[in-house]
Structure formats: structure tokens, C-alpha cells
């Protein structure tokens, strides 16, 4: 249940990758192979044997608001966080997509995901959602959180490395700076204050 808001201040907005997932990334595999590995990686949920750090666990406390992408790892890290607390799911907020450029070799995962977003980044993205269109998606997921917190609400979001990083210079350009920095690592999480 949210807590009521009395302040007129904006509230702030923490946002926050999903913990570590399931799947096994020692592997060496081909484009076609991570393409696969990549469609597994979405539907899979966390690695056993994780505990939130307590200072996202604290923060997740203190917000009137917790979102998450519509992605498993994405909802079971929300869940490991909200204790009990509804979480909103929606889809905008999702992972920016990986299609591997068709290029010989067997490589790691990790290396196919560097190749990838290259790639994807330069516009190559196999009939799948473009930069571009990403980009959009971002502007439209940050007014999804700031509409809570311009209103006063403490917001939480429990997303995606990358698209994550997509939302940041939407947030500097409205005037929300970042006052914690996290890193990008699984667990962690960035707090952003609307500069007035």
C-alpha cells in the first residue's frame, strides 16, 4: 500500500539492475547459438543463493512506488526487494534488445553481448526493435517514473543493465541528477534528485 505524500518536494527515483541470472555464461558458442542463449537469458529467472544488498533493500523500503520490466529476472528481483509489497509491472521497461551480428567464431557470451550492442548500437538490428526506437522507449519510460515523483512520491524501478543506462541522459536533460551512483553491476542501483 502507498504511503500518503504531503510534501510538494519531488521525490526521488531509484533505479536499480536485476540480480544475477540463471544461466551458465563460461560457454563458447557461435552468433546463432547467442542468439538463442540470449532468447533463454530473457526468459530465465535468478541464479539461486542471492540476498539483496541491504541498501537496496532499505531504499526499496523507503519508496511509495516499486516498477519492474515485465521480464522474469527483472520480477523476481522485485519480489526479493518489495517484501510483499505490490510491485507494478510494464513492459516499457524492458530490456533493449541484443541481436548478434552475423560474424564467424565461437566466442563467450559476454563477448558476443559487447559485439552485439555494437552493432545494435550502429543500427544493426536484425527486425528487432531499433536504437532508435529504443530511445523513444526510454523517454516514454522515464515519464513513467517521474509522473510519481514529480508528485512528491520516492519511486523504485527494478529494470535492465542497458536500457537502464538509456534512461540516464533523459533524466540529466529534465533536471534530475544522479546523487547515488551504484554502478552497474547486478544488485546495484542509482538515485536521481530533481535539481530545482
Known amino acids: 500500500m502507498e504511503r500518503e505524500v504531503t510534501g510538494r518536494q519531488p521525490g526521488s527515483i531509484h533505479i536499480a539492475r536485476h540480480g544475477r541470472p540463471a544461466l551458465d555464461r563460461s560457454v563458447k558458442i557461435d552468433w ?19 540476498v539483496p544488498p541491504p541498501a537496496l533493500c532499505e531504499a526499496a523500503r523507503r519508496s511509495d512506488v516499486l516498477f519492474s520490466s515485465t521480464l522474469r529476472r527483472s520480477i523476481e528481483t522485485a519480489a526479493a526487494v518489495a517484501e510483499g509489497r505490490e510491485v507494478l509491472q510494464d513492459p516499457v521497461f524492458v530490456e533493449a534488445p541484443l541481436p548478434p551480428p552475423r560474424i564467424p567464431g565461437r566466442r563467450s557470451p559476454d563477448a558476443w553481448g559487447v559485439w552485439s550492442r555494437a552493432a545494435w548500437w550502429m ?50 536533460a529534465q533536471g534530475w541528477r544522479c546523487v547515488r551512483d551504484g554502478g552497474d553491476g547486478y544488485w546495484s542501483f542509482r538515485t536521481y534528485q530533481k535539481t530545482l
Open 32 to 50: 546463432r547459438a547467442f542468439r538463442d542463449w540470449w532468447a533463454q537469458y530473457d526468459a530465465s529467472g535468478l541464479a539461486d543463493g542471492q
Open 123 to 172: 543500427g544493426d538490428s536484425k527486425e528487432m526493435e531499433s536504437r532508435e526506437a529504443a530511445e523513444l522507449r526510454a523517454e516514454a519510460a522515464v515519464a513513467t517514473l517521474t509522473a510519481r515523483a514529480l508528485r512528491g512520491e520516492t519511486v523504485m524501478l527494478l529494470a535492465h543493465g542497458w536500457f537502464n543506462r538509456m534512461m540516464r541522459p533523459v533524466l540529466r
